[in-house]
Nanobody
Framework: QVQLVESGGGLVQAGGSLRLSCTAS????????MAWYRQAPGKQRELVAAMTSGGSTTYADSVKGRFTISRANAKNTVYLQMNSLKPEDTAVYYC????????WGQGTQVTVSS
C-alpha cells in the first residue's frame, strides 16, 4: 500500500528556516508528481508547492521566492525547504501524491512565532 511519512516540522522564529521531508513507499516514486499542502486552523487545505516527475515546479504565490520543493528519487523522498518563515506560514503541512487516487501523509506541524 501507498504510505507517505512526513518529518521536519517544529517551532521556529519568524525569519527562520525549516526543511520538511516526505518519504514514500508503495509507489514508483520516480514517475509520480509530488506535492506539499498546508492547512491552518479554520482554513481550507491549500497547495503550497508541487513537482512533476520531470522536475517542473509550481508554487503558491504566498511562498514564491521563500520555499523550494525538491526530490531525491533514489531516496523516494520529496523535500520542502522553507526560508524566511512568517507567522502566517503556521499550519500542518501534508505530503500528497496521486496514484489511482489521492494519498496523504499524516501531516507535520510547523509553528512560526513572531
Amino acid at each position: 500500500q501507498v504510505q507517505l511519512v512526513e518529518s521536519g516540522g517544529g517551532l521556529v522564529q519568524a525569519g527562520g528556516s525549516l526543511r520538511l521531508s516526505c518519504t514514500a513507499s508503495g509507489i514508483v516514486f520516480s514517475i509520480n508528481a509530488m506535492a506539499w499542502y498546508r492547512q491552518a486552523p479554520g482554513k481550507q487545505r491549500e497547495l503550497v508547492a508541487a513537482m512533476t516527475s520531470g522536475g517542473s515546479t509550481t508554487y503558491a504565490d504566498s511562498v514564491k521566492g521563500r520555499f523550494t520543493i525538491s526530490r531525491a528519487n533514489a531516496k523516494n523522498t520529496v523535500y520542502l525547504q522553507m526560508n524566511s518563515l512568517k507567522p502566517e506560514d503556521t499550519a500542518v503541512y501534508y505530503c500528497n501524491t496521486q496514484f489511482l487516487r489521492s494519498y496523504w501523509g499524516q501531516g507535520t506541524q510547523v509553528t512560526v512565532s513572531s
